[in-house]
């Protein structure tokens, strides 16, 4: 594995977004239809934050503690999202997007090219980079 290749080579350009006023029910809708892990929340062409499975799961784990059923038509992608997001550009490398991983244990990472959204990387996407 070269460790200096460009994520562009590697990165997933199809981008699956909901807007910061998405019902968390929508997010659920995708989530079952694409086999995703990660929903971008994207506003006027500027990422917002990252929805994972994760954070869905966060929800109901709070509601259930304190004896509640999420309303799932209230609560909205920007209540649940992780909000200004670690980025990268197309330029960096796929070592730079491996230690980010590492170093924050997260799974996913918006990519940007200038200010304009280009993709997302993933864990997964390093995996199958390094076994191809």
Excluded at 31 to 51: K, Q, W
Excluded at 57 to 80: F, N, T
Excluded at 98 to 108: T, Y
């Amino acid at each position: 594995m070269n460790t200096e290749t460009p994520i562009k080579k590697i990165k997933t350009s199809k981008i699956v977004y909901v807007s910061p006023k998405d019902t968390m029910m929508k997010v659920e809708e995708i989530f079952e239809a694409v086999a995703i892990h990660h929903i971008l929340v994207v506003e006027m062409d500027t990422l917002r934050g990252v929805i994972s499975k994760s954070d869905l799961l966060r929800v109901y784990r709070d509601s259930a503690r304190e004896g509640k059923i999420p309303d799932r038509h209230a609560i909205l992608a920007e209540d649940i999202m992780t909000a200004d997001p670690i980025t990268l550009d197309t330029e960096d490398t796929v070592g730079l997007a491996a230690d980010i991983f590492l170093v924050n244990k997260i799974h996913s990472i918006p990519v940007l090219n200038g200010d304009q959204l280009s993709g997302i990387i993933t864990n997964h996407d390093i995996i199958k980079y390094c076994f191809r």
